[in-house]
Structure formats: structure tokens, C-alpha cells
């Protein structure tokens, strides 16, 4: 930033003769030319207080979800036994799997977005130090990291990197620029898919559906939330054996598997307390996951 702002006159100017050279942006010169940045500022001054009042609040929120989830990591075993305490035993065996599958979604997800903005980061910084334009590392890892937010963040990065490639002229700024939404829509269209796809396990066309009805619906917040709750969803509708219209399933043998691990835990549960029957019941699911991802791996 300090960069951009010590080369602000070089930029203005560079604009400047750009419009004065047509016709139809010829009289946008002049203003651009005096412009005064002290009444812009004061124009700007309530937006920026609001958008700062937001990201603190944001913040916050973040904040104090990673501190609930540090007290859900460190007091897991209590916060369980008081869960299965409230369900009947017969139900133990299919929460437990539930709550294997939740940590395996959420997990997934973190995987995926760290893949993403990484790819993303090293993409920008291989074009940027490929144009040999300055400040290549903190543009670059910009780009990561506003790679988080789906749909406007490559427009959060696709600014500072233009605004950086103009010290090589408008022909390099317009090649960044290209290359950088060329990029976000193969990521769009076939990594993000890919990626989460297959962490989630997920069919790309419902990857794609999730994240614009997500978008649609709730704008930013709803596109991030999107491929968990679509994979939660899917994850329960499995677990619960609901019928889909239109589908008809043969799941004798899964049921025999519900029903086996039903029996093993009531056979091992019998008089424990709720803690250590939890335990049993994710030790069970546990290992019925590992059979089960064995047999789709062969």
C-alpha cells in the first residue's frame, strides 16, 4: 500500500494522457488532473466507518467461534456423554457415525480452501513475477486470501495487482487483468468441483448448484456456507435412509451393518455411563468407517 500511494501521481498522470487521447474521455481529464483528495475522503468517511463497524463485528464472530471450538476440542468427551445422554441407546450408533461424518465434512472443507487460495497465491505470484512487476509476495498472498470469498474475490485482488502492473504500462495491466479471470473461471468452473468435490464428496454439479443457490439466497455468507450444508445434507439423508423421489435403493445390506453394529454396542454398553458408551459408539463407527472406505477404495 505505502508503495501505491508513494507512485499515486506517476498512475494519475498515466491516466490522464490515456483519456486526454480520445474524444469521448477527453473531458475527464481535466477533473482527474485537479482532483482534490480531501473531499473524497470526507465522502468516504461514513462508508468506511460503517464497513469498519462490520468487520469488527465479523471479527468478533470469528473470533468467538475459534474459541467455542477449542472448548468443544479440549471438553469433547464430556459435550458427548451429555449428548448421547439425551438420546435413547438405540440411536447411539447412527449419531456417532453422524458426528464422525460432520468432522470429516468440516475437515474437508478446510482442506479445500487452503488447496484453493494456495493455487490461487501461487498463480498470481507466478504471473506477477512472470510481468516483473513490484511487490510481487504481498499482492500474491492478497490474492490467497481474498480466494476465500467465492465470486468477488478475485475482483479484491484483480485491483492492487493492476494498480501495481501499471508501472509497466497499459498493455501489462490489461494481460494481468485477463489472465487473472481466466483463472478464477477455470478455478470456478473445474477446480472448485474438483477439489471439493472430492473432499466432500459431493458430484460437481451439485458443487456448482450449492454455491449459486448459496449466492443467491445469502450472498457472501450463503456462498461460504454452501458445500457443507449441502454435504451435511446429503450426509443425514444417507444416515437417515430417506428415499429421494424418483430412487429406489436395495440397502438390505447396510441395514445388516446397522444392525450389526446396533447389537455389538448394546452388548458392549450394557450398565456403562454415558461418556464411556459414547466412546464404545464412536470406536464402533470408527471402524465400520474404515471397512467401508477399504471396500470403496477396492
Excluded at 109 to 134: E, K
Excluded at 250 to 275: F, H, I, L, M, N
Aim: charged share 20%.
Amino acid at each position: 500500500m505505502r508503495a501505491l500511494i508513494e507512485r499515486e501521481p506517476e498512475i494519475r498522470g498515466r491516466i490522464v494522457i490515456v483519456l486526454a487521447r480520445h474524444r469521448l474521455t477527453a473531458a475527464l481529464a481535466p477533473s482527474l488532473r485537479n482532483m482534490h483528495y480531501d473531499a473524497i475522503a470526507r465522502a468516504a468517511a461514513g462508508t468506511a466507518y460503517a464497513i469498519s463497524s462490520r468487520a469488527i463485528e465479523i471479527f468478533a464472530y470469528l473470533a468467538s467461534s475459534v474459541f467455542l471450538a477449542l472448548y468443544v476440542m479440549i471438553d469433547r468427551d464430556r459435550l458427548r456423554g451429555g449428548l448421547f445422554a439425551m438420546l435413547p441407546r438405540s440411536q447411539h450408533v447412527r449419531l456417532s457415525r453422524v458426528l464422525l461424518k460432520l468432522e470429516t465434512i468440516v475437515s474437508g472443507y478446510i482442506r479445500g480452501q487452503v488447496l484453493t487460495s494456495t493455487l490461487m497465491a501461487i498463480f498470481a505470484f507466478a504471473l506477477l513475477a512472470l510481468c516483473r512487476i513490484p511487490n510481487t509476495l504481498p499482492i500474491a498472498v492478497f490474492a490467497g486470501m481474498a480466494d476465500v470469498l467465492p465470486y468477488i474475490g478475485v475482483m479484491l485482488s484483480i485491483g492492487p495487482a493492476a494498480l501495481a502492473a501499471s508501472a509497466k504500462g497499459w498493455v501489462v495491466v490489461v494481460i494481468v487483468v485477463i489472465v487473472l479471470l481466466a483463472y478464477e473461471e477455470f478455478e470456478s468452473r473445474f477446480l472448485v468441483p474438483k477439489i471439493y468435490g472430492r473432499a466432500l464428496r459431493l458430484p460437481s454439479s451439485i458443487v456448482l448448484l450449492a454455491l449459486l443457490i448459496g449466492g443467491t439466497l445469502m450472498g457472501i455468507v450463503g456462498a461460504l456456507l454452501a458445500l457443507p450444508v449441502a454435504a451435511t445434507i446429503r450426509m443425514l439423508v444417507e444416515e437417515l435412509r430417506v428415499t429421494l423421489p424418483g430412487e429406489q435403493l436395495d440397502d438390505t445390506v447396510v441395514r445388516s451393518r446397522d444392525e450389526s453394529s446396533e447389537q455389538e454396542y448394546a452388548e458392549r454398553s450394557e450398565g456403562v455411563p454415558a461418556a464411556k458408551a459414547a466412546a464404545i459408539a464412536i470406536e464402533i463407527s470408527e471402524d465400520r468407517q474404515h471397512q467401508e472406505d477399504a471396500h470403496d477404495a477396492d
